[in-house]
């Protein structure tokens, strides 16, 4: 019989009394001979390469008891399902399950793409090998500069075509592009990446995972989380079936409301150009793994098989996926990394050593104080050392959570959304992954930037109302202008009652920063538009729903991400602090702000970027601020700022190990 509960070998724990073989002061003696490394190392401008010489110091995580969750009925099923057989398997497949299908069912697919990689990787390291390194310690204004030109070289701006989902033209849907296309960015694999994929398809490690159960843009930052997580430990990430998720289950017309992460992002296209990740469905999985007898239930010790003996879960209501998710936990060991008490740390080698050193990191951060430049107050993205990246990421957390031999040698880690047992993924991706290698660092955050955007057909529906706007705009101003300015004004459901305030006090905290008369555009969830009245006797107010003629056709579970889009386009914009919402129109005008140059780019400010409500934080996008505790609040600049550095650094490093 199957228990309801999951013993310790079910789960990894990061608390302090579950680490083990950790003595007090560990790794103090490694950190001092670092340290003369690093001295050494910029005397002698060694090369990029010293990195993979170096370690950091980490705690060790331990099992720990974990709750399983599933419910009464899903115990039933479970029960069963060690004695049922496979079953012969349906031809046909699930929506999620046809649009991975296509490029994780070939054996060849990674070969054709590594040599595709491999190709634009060495032409861009080919036709940049005259430019100088910079050495790596100088900070310099000129050698700044020749960083910039350096990798401008080795990227170049990503093209939108929106002709296959209505329009606007070329010219106007490229004003939505901030992400960049940096072929040698390709190439990139984790330490772990190698061991993990050589192996027989039976033996492929996952990782698996629920969605966050709250509002859109809570399940889009635990997706980019998890996602990180995947690739950073090599593994095969496992895509949830399609299901409803909260606030976007309009199903007027007929159109789709149950929804996977492949509906709103480019997955296929990442994994195609990003030899780093790989995906396959829910269906592909329980039929390769669970069907074949690889899954073990972690309690008994014996396979187990899918509930039910079946594959195909899109589509499925809460009862069913809470019998899912039961099973994921049963055959699956839980990472208990907590995200308000736990970084997750990874060596730049996976190596027993790395780890050993990483111990003692966290207690030298914690007793130096932060290294930052004199004159801006920033530390540098590309400094070997990682003590300042620490510093600027632990937001008083005292433990790193290391990706360690245990975890490495498990066939599927788990990731739950189990609010109770503080194992939400409620926290940006780089508050929730750090990295020995500064290069390994910044080449995540440019995969988040550069992959995880919207697809196209939200891009381009977005873009054709910025471009309706900016016509308003032209033909109101006599074409003196075609600029507007926007708002995020959250209502609705929100729990923090302090930002509800009236729209008289939206005016008040707002009008010092805005012109009489200009063309306002508003983000919202508040129905009733009659509220907005205070505003429109001084502005000149628009809606999405004043452009629903060029949204024929478009999901309208998509409006929230196009109201997004369109503010995050506004020259000067207003949102609200505490929305997840806010906080992402905020960091795609961080990566706008570095692809156009405005002011602040250099250091992460926003200049034109305030908050209505709270009022005590209306400036805070106008000065660098390091992560720190209740991640969800706000967007930080560490996700925007010089992550273009190391580029080249990078590709050459690959292409010696290639």
């Given at each position: 019989?199957?228990?309801?509960?999951?013993s310790?070998?079910?789960?990894?724990g990061n608390?302090?009394?579950s680490?083990?073989?950790?003595?007090?002061?560990?790794?103090?003696?490694?950190?001092?001979?670092?340290?003369?490394?690093?001295?050494v190392?910029f005397?002698?401008?060694l090369?990029?390469?010293?990195m993979?010489?170096?370690?950091?110091?980490?705690?060790i995580?331990?099992?720990?008891?974990m709750?399983?969750g599933s419910n009464n009925?899903?115990?039933n099923?479970?029960?069963?399902?060690?004695?049922?057989?496979?079953?012969?398997?349906?031809?046909?497949g699930?929506?999620?399950h046809?649009?991975i299908?296509?490029?994780?069912?070939?054996?060849?697919?990674?070969?054709?793409?590594?040599?595709?990689?491999?190709?634009?990787?060495?032409?861009?390291?080919?036709?940049?090998t005259?430019?100088?390194?910079?050495?790596?310690?100088?900070?310099q204004?000129?050698e700044?500069?020749?960083?910039?030109?350096?990798?401008s070289?080795?990227?170049k701006?990503?093209t939108?075509?929106?002709?296959a989902?209505?329009?606007p033209?070329?010219?106007?849907?490229?004003e939505?592009?901030?992400?960049?296309?940096?072929p040698?960015d390709?190439?990139?694999v984790?330490?772990f990446?190698?061991s993990?994929?050589?192996?027989?398809?039976?033996?492929?490690?996952?990782?698996?995972?629920e969605?966050d159960?709250g509002?859109?843009n809570?399940?889009?930052?635990a997706?980019?989380?998890t996602?990180?997580?995947?690739?950073?430990?090599?593994?095969?990430?496992?895509?949830?079936?399609?299901?409803?998720m909260?606030?976007?289950?309009?199903?007027?017309?007929?159109?789709?409301?149950?929804?996977?992460f492949?509906?709103?992002?480019?997955i296929?296209?990442?994994?195609k150009?990003?030899?780093a990740?790989n995906?396959?469905?829910m269906k592909?999985?329980?039929?390769?793994?669970?069907?074949?007898?690889?899954?073990v239930?972690?309690i008994?010790?014996?396979v187990?098989?899918?509930p039910?003996?079946?594959t195909?879960w899109?589509?499925?209501?809460?009862?069913?996926?809470?019998?899912?998710?039961?099973?994921l936990?049963n055959v699956?060991?839980?990472?208990?990394w907590?995200?308000?008490?736990?970084?997750p740390?990874?060596?730049?080698s996976?190596?027993?050593?790395?780890i050993e050193?990483?111990?003692?990191?966290v207690a030298?951060?914690n007793s130096?104080?932060?290294?930052?430049?004199n004159?801006?107050?920033?530390?540098?993205v590309?400094?070997?050392?990682p003590?300042s990246r620490?510093?600027?990421?632990?937001?008083?957390?005292?433990?790193?959570?290391?990706?360690?031999?245990q975890?490495?040698?498990?066939?599927?880690?788990?990731?739950q959304?189990n609010?109770?047992e503080?194992?939400?993924?409620?926290?940006h991706f780089?508050?929730?992954l750090?990295?020995?290698?500064?290069?390994?660092?910044?080449?995540m955050?440019?995969?988040?930037?550069d992959h995880?955007?919207?697809?196209?057909?939200?891009?381009?529906a977005a873009?054709?109302v910025?471009?309706?706007i900016?016509?308003?705009?032209k033909k109101k101003?006599?074409?003196?202008?075609?600029?507007?300015?926007?708002?995020?004004?959250?209502?609705?459901?929100?729990q923090?009652?302090?930002?509800r305030?009236s729209?008289?006090?939206?005016y008040?905290?707002?009008?010092?920063?805005?012109?009489?008369?200009?063309?306002?555009f508003?983000?919202t969830d508040?129905?009733?538009?009659?509220?907005?009245?205070?505003?429109?006797?001084?502005?000149?107010?628009?809606?999405l729903d004043?452009f629903?003629?060029?949204?024929?056709?478009?999901?309208?579970?998509?409006f929230?991400?196009?109201?997004?889009?369109?503010?995050?386009?506004?020259?000067?914009?207003?949102?609200?602090?505490?929305?997840?919402?806010?906080?992402y129109i905020?960091?795609?005008r961080?990566?706008?702000s570095?692809k156009?140059?405005?002011?602040?780019?250099?250091?992460?400010?926003?200049p034109?970027?305030?908050y209505?409500?709270?009022?005590?934080?209306?400036?805070?996008?106008?000065?660098?601020?390091?992560l720190?505790?209740?991640?969800f609040?706000?967007?930080?600049?560490?996700?925007?700022?010089d992550?273009?550095?190391?580029?080249k650094?990078?590709a050459?490093?690959?292409?010696?190990e290639?």
């Amino acid at each position: 019989m199957i228990s309801n509960k999951i013993s310790k070998k079910n789960s990894l724990g990061n608390d302090s009394s579950s680490i083990v073989g950790r003595k007090k002061g560990a790794g103090t003696g490694l950190n001092d001979m670092f340290t003369a490394v690093f001295g050494v190392a910029f005397l002698l401008s060694l090369s990029l390469n010293i990195m993979h010489m170096m370690g950091m110091d980490a705690a060790i995580v331990e099992e720990k008891t974990m709750t399983n969750g599933s419910n009464n009925n899903n115990n039933n099923n479970n029960n069963n399902n060690k004695m049922l057989k496979p079953q012969q398997l349906p031809n046909d497949g699930s929506a999620v399950h046809q649009a991975i299908k296509e490029f994780t069912s070939s054996s060849s697919r990674m070969g054709n793409k590594k040599q595709k990689i491999q190709g634009v990787s060495q032409t861009a390291v080919k036709d940049n090998t005259a430019v100088a390194t910079s050495k790596q310690n100088s900070k310099q204004e000129g050698e700044e500069a020749s960083e910039d030109r350096d990798n401008s070289h080795l990227m170049k701006l990503a093209t939108l075509d929106c002709k296959a989902h209505g329009g606007p033209s070329l010219e106007a849907a490229q004003e939505m592009v901030y992400w960049q296309d940096i072929p040698s960015d390709s190439n990139y694999v984790s330490p772990f990446y190698k061991s993990n994929q050589q192996r027989a398809p039976q033996q492929t490690k996952y990782l698996t995972f629920e969605p966050d159960g709250g509002g859109w843009n809570n399940i889009r930052m635990a997706m980019e989380s998890t996602i990180g997580l995947a690739v950073a430990m090599g593994r095969t990430l496992v895509m949830p079936p399609q299901k409803k998720m909260y606030l976007l289950g309009r199903t007027e017309k007929g159109q789709q409301s149950h929804f996977s992460f492949v509906d709103f992002f480019p997955i296929e296209e990442m994994a195609k150009d990003n030899k780093a990740f790989n995906v396959v469905s829910m269906k592909d999985y329980l039929e390769t793994q669970g069907m074949k007898g690889n899954l073990v239930n972690k309690i008994t010790g014996k396979v187990e098989f899918p509930p039910g003996n079946r594959t195909d879960w899109d589509g499925i209501n809460q009862e069913d996926y809470d019998t899912l998710r039961g099973y994921l936990r049963n055959v699956s060991i839980t990472a208990r990394w907590q995200p308000g008490s736990c970084l997750p740390a990874f060596p730049s080698s996976g190596k027993h050593e790395d780890i050993e050193v990483l111990q003692g990191l966290v207690a030298r951060a914690n007793s130096h104080k932060p290294i930052t430049n004199n004159k801006t107050g920033l530390f540098h993205v590309d400094d070997p050392d990682p003590l300042s990246r620490l510093q600027d990421t632990l937001a008083g957390r005292k433990d790193l959570c290391v990706y360690n031999e245990q975890l490495q040698n498990e066939q599927v880690v788990h990731f739950q959304m189990n609010h109770k047992e503080q194992l939400r993924l409620l926290v940006h991706f780089y508050a929730f992954l750090f990295f020995e290698d500064w290069k390994e660092d910044l080449w995540m955050k440019r995969f988040v930037r550069d992959h995880l955007h919207y697809k196209d057909e939200i891009q381009c529906a977005a873009a054709r109302v910025v471009e309706k706007i900016r016509e308003h705009v032209k033909k109101k101003t006599g074409g003196k202008s075609s600029e507007y300015d926007s708002f995020h004004i959250r209502r609705g459901d929100f729990q923090f009652k302090e930002t509800r305030i009236s729209a008289e006090e939206i005016y008040e905290n707002s009008k010092d920063e805005l012109t009489h008369g200009s063309t306002i555009f508003i983000a919202t969830d508040e129905r009733d538009k009659k509220f907005f009245d205070p505003l429109r006797k001084h502005y000149d107010l628009l809606f999405l729903d004043d452009f629903m003629n060029d949204l024929k056709g478009v999901n309208s579970n998509y409006f929230g991400m196009i109201d997004q889009l369109v503010a995050s386009r506004g020259k000067i914009f207003f949102g609200c602090w505490f929305s997840t919402f806010t906080g992402y129109i905020n960091r795609i005008r961080g990566y706008h702000s570095v692809k156009d140059k405005l002011p602040g780019y250099k250091s992460g400010t926003l200049p034109t970027t305030y908050y209505y409500a709270t009022i005590s934080r209306k400036f805070e996008m106008h000065k660098y601020a390091p992560l720190r505790g209740g991640y969800f609040n706000r967007e930080f600049p560490t996700s925007w700022r010089d992550i273009d550095k190391g580029i080249k650094a990078l590709a050459e490093r690959f292409e010696k190990e290639s």
